[in-house]
Nanobody
Framework: QVQLVESGGGSVQVGGSLRLSCAASGYTGTGSFVGMAWFRQVPGKEREGVATIDLIGRTSAADSVKGRFAISKDNAKNTLYLQMNSLKPEDTAMYFC????????????????WGQGTQVTVSS
């Protein structure tokens, strides 16, 4: 049973920073998932892919966050991270961690395992 638990969300002012964490358990760890990713969702909208990282550490990010957000993982700690800088009000959303044993990318349909989410609120 794979479990993903996000933390690190909160309220921050425009231009501020937050680091989200996602602790993985119940499988052989973050080093075994072909793909891990962060998604975000606001009420009434579809879940949006933010950033993704593959088995060997290659990353990709949505255009809306490139240059501001960085995804990384620490396989020794079985933890996925999302460093968010220069935050904007439009970054306000529930952020979800996701993992998959077979695929990598920013398509939510590819991911089998999801966390419960952590709320990020950016105010001006």
């Amino acid at each position: 049973q794979v479990q993903l638990v996000e933390s690190g969300g909160g309220s921050v002012q425009v231009g501020g920073s937050l680091r989200l964490s996602c602790a993985a358990s119940g499988y052989t760890g973050t080093g075994s998932f072909v793909g891990m990713a962060w998604f975000r969702q606001v009420p009434g909208k579809e879940r949006e892919g933010v950033a993704t990282i593959d088995l060997i550490g290659r990353t990709s990010a949505a255009d809306s966050v490139k240059g501001r957000f960085a995804i990384s993982k620490d396989n020794a700690k079985n933890t996925l991270y999302l460093q968010m800088n220069s935050l904007k009000p439009e970054d306000t959303a529930m952020y979800f961690c996701a993992a998959d044993r077979w695929r990598f990318g920013l398509d939510a349909q590819h991911y089998d395992y999801w966390g419960q989410g952590t709320q990020v609120t950016v105010s001006s």
